[in-house]
Nanobody
Framework: QVQLVESGGGLVQAGGSLRLSCVAS????????MSWYRQAPGKQRDLVAS???????NYADSVKGRFTISRENGKNTVYLQMNSLKPEDTAVYYC???????????????WGQGTQVTVSS
């Protein structure tokens, strides 16, 4: 059974930095895209950043130049380095792994449980 476990959220002052991690457990052969989403109270869940199996990245306009997504394929892990944080970055951050192919079972997507990021002004 594949599970995603996130870590690294917390409380930080505006202008500060945090690094989120998300690791997939289980016997996995291949993961296509890895992404981070966020959801603020009363709002929809939005894509923050994604990275495909070839290393190409995509960012929301609101985080370009401040956030960096990276992955370690051998560790089935994705990171989100968040710098120059703003109060409007406050949200629950979720990782999503797309096209996860396990040794046994079917290919499917998985979500992490979410980690709270709070940026104080």
């Amino acid at each position: 059974q594949v599970q995603l476990v996130e870590s690294g959220g917390g409380l930080v002052q505006a202008g500060g930095s945090l690094r989120l991690s998300c690791v997939a457990s289980g016997a996995i052969v291949f993961i296509n895209a890895m992404s981070w989403y966020r959801q603020a109270p009363g709002k929809q869940r939005d894509l923050v950043a994604s990275i495909n199996s070839g290393g190409s990245t995509n960012y929301a306009d609101s985080v370009k130049g401040r956030f960096t997504i990276s992955r370690e394929n051998g560790k089935n892990t994705v990171y989100l380095q968040m710098n120059s944080l703003k109060p409007e970055d406050t949200a629950v951050y979720y990782c999503n792994f797309d096209g996860v192919r396990p040794i046994f079972g079917r290919t499917r997507d998985y979500w992490g449980q979410g980690t709270q990021v709070t940026v104080s002004s």
